[in-house]
């Protein structure tokens, strides 16, 4: 992230923010970046770079991670360097990074890497699950081997009751991603509330944003609606609300991320709020980078 690129958004969020109180320059620049490398890119004197811890959690409890998709065009390695530069503390992984045909000594060794590096695994996907309870079996023994409490995933509505027995048996976590306009079976969380909100606790939502506003539909009063079943949590943002609207980093876009963290904390969102960057894949670190930034200013703002 340029210099230039750190300055716009800390003047965009004070602007956001401007009747909050204590907020100031020097809290954003505490908030958003100690801990990523991003002061080295800033035009600050060296005086103001040394700053103090704020008082309290600055992120109120949100577990702010990563989705590995982000990085999807790098090693596990390099996925791993990049999250702890990025000064999160929570991971899920795709496939690409744990594949779904590795042994459970491949599992556990790639749980290793990232438990050693300081990360929390808190999840893996987005896996597809067809009607073959074989196979479904399967995926439920990768999440079992790699450590992974919440398995992200997209099943045929015909499987859940398959899905439901398996997460009971294994007692991991399903969260059903949506996928907006071209999902046919879960285009909102609100079409996987309304499948799952009678089956067992496990069963859950992983709730894409970028793809909730695609559709039309105000991510605060679905995020409201699917609180007790949020298992997971993609955020992203996006310049248009429609399916053409690029994925930018978060800020950039179109979403109103002040209401949507504020929800989040409201509801006591406890598990992986996760950035799923999904723009530029060949070199996303600068708008990953910049997400986070923008992200920990708005919480220490509230």
Do not use: W
């Amino acid at each position: 992230m340029s210099g230039q690129c750190g300055i716009t958004h800390e003047f965009a969020l004070m602007k956001i923010c401007q009747n909050s109180a204590g907020f100031s320059r020097r809290k954003f620049l505490q908030a958003s970046f100690v801990g990523t490398g991003v002061f080295a890119t800033l035009d600050v004197p060296k005086a103001q770079a040394v700053l103090t811890k704020p008082e309290g959690d600055p992120g109120h409890g949100l577990k702010l991670g990563l989705t590995s998709y982000t990085l999807r065009k790098f090693s596990l390695d390099q996925v791993i360097a990049m999250t702890v530069d990025a000064g999160v503390k929570y991971i899920s992984l795709k496939d690409v990074h744990l594949p779904l045909k590795s042994n459970p000594e491949q599992r556990k060794e790639e749980n290793d890497k990232v438990d050693a590096a300081g990360l929390r695994l808190m999840g893996g996907g987005v896996i597809y699950l067809k009607n073959n309870e074989e196979e479904i079996r399967s995926a439920f023994q990768y999440a079992k081997d790699a450590g992974m409490p919440t398995m992200i995933c997209s099943p045929e509505p015909d499987t859940l009751d398959i899905v439901e027995k398996l997460a009971k048996e294994f007692q991991i976590r399903v969260a059903i991603h949506n996928h907006g306009a071209t999902d046919k079976k879960y285009p909102s969380a609100l079409d996987v509330l309304r499948l799952i909100q009678d089956r067992d606790p496990l069963m859950g939502i992983c709730m894409d944003i970028g793809h909730t506003l695609a559709i039309g539909q105000d991510p605060i009063p679905v995020i409201q609606q699917c609180a007790a079943r949020l298992y997971d949590f993609h955020i992203k943002d996006i310049k248009a609300p429609n399916a053409s609207g690029k994925t930018v980093a978060v800020g950039r876009g179109i979403i109103d991320m002040v209401q949507v963290l504020k929800t989040l904390i409201q509801i006591k969102y406890s598990y992986h709020l996760a950035l799923e960057y999904e723009a530029k894949p060949d070199a996303p670190v600068p708008g990953m980078m910049e997400s986070f930034g923008y992200m920990r200013g708005v919480l220490a703002a509230l």
